[in-house]
Nanobody, 123 residues
Framework: QVQLVESGGGLVQAGGSLRLSCAAS????????MGWFRQSPGQEREFVAT????????YYADSVKGRFAISRDNAKNTVFLQMNSLKPEDTAVYLC????????????????WGQGTQVTVSS
């Protein structure tokens, strides 16, 4: 089982940047596909980005492509989400997830979730 803890959220002005981190427990982190999702009040959980176990393969939602970058450091059991050119519509709780055997944008394919970190982008 994997436990995930996100950090790095906060308040930023439109056009600014934030870097989210997700620290994972357990010796098998390098075997998991990792993903970032986000959720706003009253909205369904939305896929943001996913990365394969080696870090070589990534996949992004169209809404963040070219602005966000997902990466991982398996030696440190950590996955990152660099967010640039932030927009007010990026405001949400960002959640880290682990688990599927291949890249996936479906939240139901991720059995392990963190508690989330709030990102607020002001206009």
């Amino acid at each position: 089982q994997v436990q995930l803890v996100e950090s790095g959220g906060g308040l930023v002005q439109a056009g600014g940047s934030l870097r989210l981190s997700c620290a994972a427990s357990g010796p098998t982190f390098g075997m998991y596909v990792m993903g970032w999702f986000r959720q706003s009040p009253g909205q369904e959980r939305e896929f943001v980005a996913t990365i394969g176990w080696s870090g070589r393969y990534t996949y992004y939602a169209d809404s963040v492509k070219g602005r966000f970058a997902i990466s991982r450091d398996n030696a440190k059991n950590t996955v990152f989400l660099q967010m640039n050119s932030l927009k007010p519509e990026d405001t949400a709780v960002y959640l880290c997830a682990a688990g599927p055997s291949s890249l996936s944008d479906r939240s139901d394919e991720y059995p392990y979730w963190g508690q989330g970190t709030q990102v607020t982008v002001s206009s």
